[in-house]
């Protein structure tokens, strides 16, 4: 079975700061992996994704994530931080020929001013 | 339509009561999926549809939940016999289905309060 671990589920980082969230998986075969973004009474919106290729994969806003295959992680970084960053951050896996996407717990991101 | 529309956007409902939640997903999407998420927690899966056919359905947490897609766009989830438990926000999204990246596009959500 897929799994998704997300270490801390709140952070605070100040304005112009780096962002890291964290993102571990676990799955049988290798995976496609998401991260998504939610806004307050919104929806989920994508952020990123990894499907095959380039390890490194850029996504909007400014937000880019890297497959490590032997760390089994995905995590999610900014250089540098705005205030319309804050937001609930979710990492997802997904095993090909299963169409479900698995949820982490969710990060909670804070920017300081 | 332009994306995934949920109704109604707030349910409040008193225990005992039954709910249907609506989702129109993206016109063309053949897959439709419903999930569940608790107060700070993740969206966790309830069931997927793919057109008409509700392939995978191991996530409803009771059998007062139903789920249903007669025409293969519009879906309704259905909960009988409402629970304090059953207060969530009920997300609906859809993609492209078998064979695409996977990658599932979401409604705003309905949320679901029972006193």
């Known amino acids: 079975a897929q799994s998704v671990t997300q270490l801390g589920s709140h952070v605070s980082v100040s304005e112009g700061a780096l962002v890291l969230l964290r993102c571990n998986y676990s799955?049988?075969?290798?995976?496609?992996l998401f991260w998504y973004v939610q806004y307050p009474n919104q929806g989920l919106q994508l952020l990123l994704k990894?499907?095959?290729?380039?390890?490194l994969v850029k996504g909007i806003n400014g937000f880019e994530a890297e497959f490590k295959k032997s760390e089994t992680s995905f995590h999610l970084t900014k250089p540098s931080a705005h205030m319309s960053d804050a937001a609930e951050y979710f990492c997802?896996?997904?095993?090909?020929?299963?169409?479900?996407?698995?949820f982490g717990t969710g990060t909670r991101l804070t920017i300081i001013p | 339509g332009a994306g995934v529309s949920q109704s109604p956007r707030y349910k409040v409902a008193k225990r005992g009561q039954d709910v249907a939640l609506r989702c129109d997903p993206i016109?063309?999407?053949?897959?439709l999926f419903w999930y569940q998420q608790a107060l700070g927690q993740g969206p966790e899966f309830l069931t997927y549809?793919?057109?008409?056919?509700?392939?995978?359905k191991s996530g409803l947490p009771s059998d007062r939940f139903f789920a249903e897609r007669p025409e293969g766009s519009v879906s309704t989830l259905k909960i009988q016999r409402t629970q304090q438990e059953d207060s969530a926000v009920y997300l609906c999204?859809?993609?492209?289905?078998?064979?695409?990246?996977?990658?599932?596009?979401f409604g705003e959500g309905s949320r679901l309060t029972v006193l």
């Open positions: 999204a859809s993609s492209k289905g078998q064979g695409s990246t996977g990658e599932l596009f």
């Open positions: 799955s049988s075969v290798p995976p496609y």
């Open positions: 990894y499907t095959t290729g380039a390890t």
């Open positions: 997802a896996v997904k095993n090909f020929g299963n169409e479900k996407l698995t």
């Open positions: 016109s063309g999407h053949v897959s």
């Open positions: 549809f793919q057109n008409e056919a509700q392939l995978d």
